[in-house]
């Protein structure tokens, strides 16, 4: 298995960085495994970690008022969850559950936080990329609730 700064500037998300800047916030992450069922996160709770999923299947689901959680978007391998680290209040919006044994790479999100407010370049490259990731997030819920709803008369 290859080490976290192995693995990190072949991963989609660091893509272009330069080595020293993917260095530097490898130095914020940890290997974490995730059994089936198992949540890496709860909606309302504080957002302090950043994940890229290296192998499995995360589920991102919202609270309904009655019934059973809607699925509101899927993460694979080469995904990355969680974007609340970057964004006050610094709380999850949504669940994430793993559906399938799942191995990811946790980052800590004051860690990466105080990298960003250091270094101007580190802060903007996270934010272009988590941008990114909520904007893709963001189409995906839409088009999931276009499937629940319906699309409008």
């Given at each position: 298995m290859q080490?976290?700064?192995?693995?990190?500037?072949q991963?989609p998300f660091?893509?272009g960085?330069?080595?020293p800047l993917?260095?530097?916030?490898a130095?914020?992450a940890?290997?974490?495994?995730?059994?089936p069922?198992?949540?890496?996160?709860?909606?309302?709770e504080p957002?302090?970690?950043f994940?890229?999923i290296?192998?499995?299947?995360v589920s991102?689901?919202v609270?309904?008022p009655a019934g059973?959680?809607v699925?509101?978007?899927s993460?694979?391998?080469?995904d990355?969850?969680?974007?609340?680290w970057?964004?006050?209040?610094?709380?999850?919006l949504?669940d994430?559950?793993?559906t399938?044994e799942?191995s990811a790479?946790?980052f800590d999100?004051a860690c990466l936080?105080?990298?960003c407010?250091t270094d101007p370049?580190?802060?903007?490259?996270?934010?272009?990329?988590?941008v990114?990731?909520m904007?893709?997030?963001l189409?995906s819920?839409?088009?999931?609730?276009?499937?629940?709803?319906g699309?409008?008369?």
């Open positions: 080490t976290i700064a192995e693995y990190l500037p991963h660091f893509a960085l330069p080595e993917v260095a530097l916030v130095g914020c940890v290997n974490v495994h995730f059994h069922g198992q949540h890496l996160f709860h909606e309302g957002a302090d970690t994940y890229v290296r192998h499995g299947r991102l689901e609270h309904a059973s959680p699925v509101v978007d993460a694979h391998a080469d990355v969850v969680g974007w609340s970057l964004v006050p209040p610094y709380r999850w949504f994430a559950r793993a399938e799942t790479i946790a999100g936080r105080d990298k407010d370049a580190v802060g903007y490259a996270m934010l272009q990329r988590v990114q990731v904007s893709t997030r189409h819920a839409r088009i999931r609730l276009l499937d629940v709803y699309a409008p008369v």
